[in-house]
């Protein structure tokens, strides 16, 4: 049985100050706070080492900087999903932080999947097995608002797979930072399929990958989604900085990665080549226009 | 691009969501703006390197060679947020550090004046932990 003050309201939200509790109601269209204490903490290792299946949520969240560590999502049957929102409501999930989350599907893997907006969110973990695509924040293109992502982290290893790995398709991210260490040969896409990705940091070590996609111009079933990266700053590590396939590229404002960590890179208005030496040097950064300051 | 308060929310000058009412003069250089239909800043590009100084908006891009491997990073995100404590205070040339202290953070005077400094001889730290070139001493084994 839940444990829980409030009415669900906006108002007057769910507290809540425990997993289960907030398992039980946070399927339903309804306002949920985490409580506060002075020990913001969930270890899942003392209350439920095994994993839990994926949940879906509808509720709008505000986790109030609790801390969930070693959360483990085991599921041979279905995707692996944390964030999982049901959609069809403007809803929120924001401040929380997810340590070292051990995601092990057969299915797909997502950490946000059809959220309206995440804000202050930061996770780190470990990807054992997919399945399927992984896609760290996904959007539906069938939903009318798509997902918008700031201010969040997202620090992932990727065990080898035959599946892409993508940061964010069908999605806005915007002052986020992405990190991936993918030991596979699948693809990896920065963000695909969206309508504004600002002032994001990706740092993807993927040597053995057959290619890095920065921002992919892709078709949906509504048609074409054009991706845009602003003020991004992109430190890649692979092969090859692949060309979007599609006839349609994506569009470059401001960006900089570091041209000497990849054997080839495609060229686009916009994208701006650095050398590791040059992206670390301020007054060079300035000298191009990008935005920066020492500290 | 910064964060302002708009009707009462956190709100974000950039993106999809680009409201005119929030661009009120005087901008501070930072703060993006729409200038004939381009968003733009008053560091694009920089012809005034006075313009780039303290405090920046938490979004702008920084550098630092103690954070990010020395990549650029800003602290709109959580995780690389690593700053510390008195970290880049160049101001600071002289610390008392009790013996009762048993752990400085992997920061916590990076970037500061400092010298020489004493702790207890069980204090963990690390070799970032103090600026370059400083003197870690231990107490009972002043030189």
Same mark, same amino acid.
């Given at each position: 049985m839940a444990n829980y003050t409030g009415t669900g309201t906006q108002d007057d939200p769910y507290i809540v100050a425990d997993w289960n509790s907030f398992r039980e109601l946070c399927g339903n269209q309804c306002y949920i706070k985490w409580a506060e204490t002075d020990d913001k903490l969930i270890d899942f290792n003392t209350i439920n080492p095994d994993g839990y299946g994926s949940m879906t949520m509808m509720a709008n969240?505000?986790?109030?900087?609790?801390?969930f560590r070693n959360y483990r999502v085991n599921d041979n049957n279905n995707p692996a999903f944390v964030l999982n929102h049901a959609g069809g409501w403007a809803s929120q999930i924001k401040n929380a932080n997810f340590e070292n989350l051990l995601l092990n599907a057969s299915s797909f893997v997502r950490m946000s999947w059809a959220t309206c907006l995440c804000r202050n969110i930061s996770a780190t973990g470990n990807i054992s097995r997919s399945g399927n695509e992984i896609i760290l924040i996904a959007g539906t293109q069938s939903t009318v608002e798509c997902p918008k992502v700031y201010a969040s982290s997202f620090v992932f290893e990727v065990q080898p797979t035959t599946y892409n790995v993508n940061c964010a398709v069908f999605a806005t991210t915007q002052d986020c930072y992405f990190k991936i260490n993918f030991s596979g040969t699948a693809n990896v896409y920065c963000t695909s399929h969206a309508f504004e990705d600002a002032n994001?940091?990706?740092?993807?070590?993927?040597?053995?990958?057959?290619?890095?996609?920065?921002?992919?111009?892709?078709?949906?079933?509504?048609?074409?989604?054009?991706?845009?990266?602003?003020?991004?700053?992109?430190i890649i590590e692979t092969k090859n900085i692949i060309r979007d396939p599609n006839t349609y590229h994506a569009t470059f404002t401001n960006s900089i990665y570091n041209s000497d960590l990849v054997?080839?890179?495609?060229?686009?208005?916009?994208?701006?080549?650095?050398?590791?030496?040059?992206?670390?040097?301020?007054?060079?950064?300035?000298?191009?226009?990008?935005?920066?300051?020492?500290v | 691009m910064s964060w302002i308060i708009y009707k009462g929310e956190p709100f974000q000058t950039e993106a999809a969501e680009v409201q005119e009412k929030p661009f009120v003069k005087p901008f501070p250089m930072a703060l993006f703006r729409m200038d004939d239909d381009e968003i733009v800043n008053g560091y694009s590009p920089v012809k005034d390197t006075r313009a780039?100084? !303290? $405090?920046?908006?938490?979004? /702008?891009?920084?550098?630092?060679?103690?954070?990010?491997?020395? !990549? $650029?990073?800003?602290?709109? /995100?959580?995780i690389l947020n690593t700053a510390g404590a008195f970290q880049d205070v160049s101001t600071l040339v002289k610390v008392s550090i009790p013996q009762s202290v048993k752990k400085i953070g992997e920061f916590a005077f990076a970037g500061t004046a400092l010298k020489k400094v004493r702790i207890?001889?069980?204090?963990?730290?690390?070799?970032?932990?103090?600026?370059?070139?400083?003197?870690?001493?231990?107490?009972?084994?002043e030189v």
């Open positions: 969240v505000d986790f109030n900087d609790w801390t994001t940091l990706y740092k993807i070590k993927a040597p053995n990958s057959n290619g890095v996609t920065l921002a992919f111009y892709g078709q949906g079933s509504s048609g074409r989604y054009p991706s845009s990266s602003r003020n991004c700053v992109y054997e080839s890179c495609f060229e686009a208005e916009g994208l701006i080549p650095c050398t590791t030496e040059q992206m670390k040097d301020v007054e060079y950064l300035q000298s191009i226009g990008f935005p920066i300051g020492a | 780039i100084m !303290y $405090p920046y908006p938490l979004s /702008y891009w920084r550098q630092s060679k103690y954070i990010n491997e020395g !990549y $650029p990073f800003h602290e709109m /995100y959580r207890a001889v069980d204090c963990e730290y690390f070799p970032t932990s103090f600026p370059e070139g400083c003197v870690v001493e231990f107490y009972g084994q």
